[in-house]
């Protein structure tokens, strides 16, 4: 019986390359999904009952889209939810200096060096009174982003929920990007 599945297995390899390339066309030379889709061809040569009179292809190619399928959703939702919880500093710039652009990271970070400048505070005064941000939004913002503080425990001291911290984050770098744009 064992034989019977592996001789079904190798055979029928082509079968998840033509998937892959039928209904995944973008991934074609991928290893990891053609590995995934092998994992399915054996699912595939386990299920298959010839006594049922359909094709070994018939069962194959759902068992092989199958784990595929649920791989790349599963990757993308994990690029999802790291882009989500990501904001990215570096791309707000706010100027320049020594013809450098200077982003709203380096100015935050610079602005806690005993040996900053005062053009760089003027700027981000400016770049704040422009972006009518509220205060919880500024004291959110600042805590998560520069003094690294979580979102629960910055949900506790402020005492709202995380949620509400989270979106107050979320509004401050909106309000930021818009009044650089």
């Given amino acids: 019986m064992e034989a019977e599945k592996a001789r079904?297995?190798?055979?029928?390899?082509?079968?998840v390359h033509h998937t892959?390339?039928?209904?995944?066309?973008?991934?074609?030379g991928d290893e990891d999904v053609f590995q995934i889709g092998c994992i399915g061809l054996m699912q595939a040569a386990n299920k298959f009952d010839a006594s049922r009179g359909l094709s070994?292809?018939?069962i194959a190619v759902p068992c092989i889209r199958g784990p595929i399928?649920?791989?790349?959703?599963?990757?993308?939702?994990n690029k999802r939810?790291?882009?989500?919880?990501?904001?990215?500093?570096?791309?707000?710039?706010?100027?320049?200096?020594e013809?450098?652009?200077?982003?709203?990271?380096?100015?935050?970070?610079d602005s806690f060096n005993l040996e900053d400048s005062i053009c760089d505070k003027l700027l981000i005064q400016e770049v704040f009174s422009k972006s009518s941000i509220t205060d919880r939004q500024k004291q959110c913002f600042f805590n998560y982003?520069?003094?690294g503080i979580n979102q629960n425990q910055l949900s506790?001291?402020?005492?709202?929920?995380?949620?509400?911290?989270s979106r107050e984050i979320t509004r401050a770098t909106k309000k930021i990007k818009t009044a650089i744009a």
Avoid: C
Wanted: a positive charge.
């Fill in 8 to 15: 079904l297995v190798e055979e029928n390899l082509n079968l």
């Fill in 20 to 28: 892959i390339n039928t209904h995944f066309n973008n991934l074609r």
């Fill in 56 to 58: 070994f292809s018939t």
């Fill in 69 to 77: 399928s649920n791989y790349l959703r599963d990757l993308n939702a």
């Fill in 81 to 97: 939810v790291a882009l989500k919880h990501s904001v990215s500093l570096q791309v707000i710039v706010v100027g320049k200096s």
């Fill in 99 to 109: 013809g450098k652009e200077r982003t709203l990271e380096d100015l935050i970070q």
């Fill in 145 to 147: 982003h520069i003094q």
């Fill in 156 to 165: 506790k001291i402020l005492g709202v929920s995380q949620v509400q911290v």
